[in-house]
């Protein structure tokens, strides 16, 4: 099993660009998670997903979309990019139950210009 | 509002040396917390999960409590290795109705050879 994936590892951007960032996760979780991690700081949820069609916003979803049309695949997007998105992006995937381990990606990290 | 502080924010210690890394949360009504680890660069991996009807669990060296009438949780890791240098954050779940995790801020662990 690859895990978590998540594409692209780097990237930068101008302001006023968008962009996807994408997850795939290969161990038919059904939970998925969006994660922005500030320099200093613990993650913070963007959204989140319990199954394919099913998402939910998290603590900051401005300036994010998401959809879920698949288990495997939970893509993130960023419309009109802005220098306050600058941040490595986490995507984690949990299967559901007592044992609720999440397991994460190796991060997206985005600049914005 | 549910807050996470992990205090200290850095700790370096010699090798070999017993040590215990804090966790406190406002709110006691949490479903269960979560120890992660991150290496520089890296996703998060996690340690160990702790369900809120449980006192501890176990994982080798490291050994997690949780005490959640006073809003704490400590991480022990007995021997420390140099390998062991990471950041080690822990989050909570706020309640088994939602999927929210809660993230504290980390510490920053260097263990000296």
């Known amino acids: 099993n690859a895990g978590v994936t998540q594409t692209p590892k780097f990237r930068i951007l101008k302001i006023g660009q968008s962009m996807t960032l994408q997850c795939t996760q290969d161990?038919?979780?059904?939970?998925m998670y969006w994660y922005r991690q500030d320099p200093g700081m613990g993650l913070k949820l963007i959204y989140y997903?319990?199954?394919?069609?099913?998402?939910d916003k998290g603590e900051v979803p401005n300036g994010y979309n998401v959809s879920r049309s698949t288990t495997e695949d939970f893509p993130l997007r960023l419309e009109l990019a802005a220098p306050s998105q600058t941040s490595v992006y986490f995507c984690?995937?949990?299967?559901?139950?007592?044992?609720?381990?999440?397991?994460f990606g190796p991060g997206t990290r985005l600049l914005v210009l | 509002k549910q807050e996470v502080t992990q205090i200290p924010a850095a700790l370096s210690v010699p090798e070999g040396e017993n040590l215990v890394l804090n966790c406190s949360f406002t709110?006691?009504?949490?479903?269960?917390l979560q120890w992660f680890r991150q290496d520089p660069g890296k996703g998060l991996t996690s340690l160990l999960l702790?369900?809120?009807?449980?006192r501890e669990q176990t994982s080798g060296r490291l050994n997690a409590s949780l005490d959640k009438s006073s809003g704490r949780s400590t991480l022990y890791i007995a021997a420390s290795q140099p390998g062991d240098s990471a950041t080690y954050l822990c989050?909570?779940?706020?309640?088994?109705?939602?999927?929210?995790?809660?993230f504290g801020t980390g510490t920053r662990l260097k263990v000296l050879a």
């Open positions: 984690a995937s949990s299967y559901q139950g007592a044992r609720e381990t999440q397991y």
């Open positions: 161990m038919n979780h059904n939970y």
């Open positions: 997903s319990v199954g394919a069609g099913i998402t």
């Open positions: 709110d006691s009504a949490i479903y269960n």
């Open positions: 702790i369900q809120s009807s449980q």
């Open positions: 989050a909570v779940r706020r309640g088994s109705g939602t999927y929210k995790y809660i």
